[in-house]
T-cell receptor, first 113, second 118 residues
Framework: GENVEQHPSTLSVQEGDSAVIKCTYS??????FPWYKQELGKGPQLIIDIRSNVGEKKDQRIAVTLNKTAKHFSLHITETQPEDSAVYFCAASEADSWGKLQFGAGTQVVVTP | GAVVSQHPSRVICKSGTSVKIECRSL??????MFWYRQFPKQSLMLMATSNEGSKATYEQGVEKDKFLINHASLTLSTLTVTSAHPEDSSFYIC??????????????FGAGSRLTVL
C-alpha cells in the first residue's frame, strides 16, 4: 500500500519568512496530493491540492510542487503570518480510490512574530 | 458548499458502553465516507471506507465488530464504538466523497469527534 513520509516534523519560522514542507510517496499509482491544515481540536482543512498531471499550483501565498518521477511533492508558504501556525499534513490518494487518503506524519509549524 | 457535519463534537462515556458518532453531508450526496482515527500529536489513520448501501471495508488491524459502520443513506454514515475502553479514546474524523452542485468531485472532512472513555 501507499506510504507517505513527511519532513520536517517541526518547523519554526520568523514572520514574513517562507516555510517549506516536503513529502515523498511510494505508490506510483497515486495521482492526487492534497495538503491540509489542522488547528488544535479541529478537523483538517484543505488548503491546496495537486493532481499528477500538473507540476505546480499556486494560490496566493501557498504553492505546491509535484515531481512524479521522484515521487515527491512540497508545500511552500511565503510571507508567513502568525495565523499560519498549525499542523500541516500532506496526503496521497490513488485514482481508483479517490478520497481514500494516506497521510504523512504531519509538520508542526510555528510562526514567531 | 460541500459541508460535512459531525456529531457529537465531544463525548465522554464509561468503559464498556457504546458510543455512536454521526457524519452527515449537508449539501451533497456522499456516495463514500471514510473514517479516520487520530491519537494526540499523531497523524490521521484510515479505519474504514463505507459506501452507501453496502458493508464497510476495514483497514488491516481495525476490528470491524468493535467499530460498527453504517452508511444507510447518501447523506449519513455512523460509527459506533462498541464496548468502549480507555484505549479507544481518540479523535475520530470522517470525510465524505461525492458530487457537488456543479457535478465536480468533492471531498470534505468533518470537524471531528473527541471520544474520552473513562
Amino acid at each position: 500500500g501507499e506510504n507517505v513520509e513527511q519532513h520536517p516534523s517541526t518547523l519554526s519560522v520568523q514572520e514574513g519568512d517562507s516555510a517549506v514542507i516536503k513529502c515523498t510517496y511510494s505508490d506510483s499509482a497515486s495521482n492526487y496530493f492534497p495538503w491540509y491544515k489542522q488547528e488544535l481540536g479541529k478537523g483538517p482543512q484543505l488548503i491546496i491540492d495537486i493532481r499528477s498531471n500538473v507540476g505546480e499550483k499556486k494560490d496566493q501565498r501557498i504553492a505546491v510542487t509535484l515531481n512524479k518521477t521522484a515521487k515527491h511533492f512540497s508545500l511552500h508558504i511565503t510571507e508567513t503570518q502568525p495565523e499560519d501556525s498549525a499542523v500541516y499534513f500532506c496526503a496521497a490518494s490513488e485514482a481508483d480510490s479517490w478520497g481514500k487518503l494516506q497521510f504523512g506524519a504531519g509538520t508542526q509549524v510555528v510562526v514567531t512574530p | 458548499g460541500a459541508v460535512v457535519s459531525q456529531h457529537p463534537s465531544r463525548v465522554i462515556c464509561k468503559s464498556g458502553t457504546s458510543v455512536k458518532i454521526e457524519c452527515r453531508s449537508l449539501d451533497f450526496q456522499a456516495t463514500t465516507m471514510f473514517w479516520y482515527r487520530q491519537f494526540p500529536k499523531q497523524s490521521l489513520m484510515l479505519m474504514a471506507t463505507s459506501n452507501e448501501g453496502s458493508k464497510a471495508t476495514y483497514e488491516q488491524g481495525v476490528e470491524k465488530d468493535k467499530f460498527l459502520i453504517n452508511h444507510a443513506s447518501l447523506t449519513l454514515s455512523t460509527l459506533t464504538v462498541t464496548s468502549a475502553h480507555p484505549e479507544d479514546s481518540s479523535f475520530y474524523i470522517c470525510s465524505a466523497r461525492g458530487s457537488g452542485v456543479s457535478g465536480a468531485n468533492v471531498l470534505t472532512f468533518g470537524a471531528g469527534s473527541r471520544l474520552t472513555v473513562l
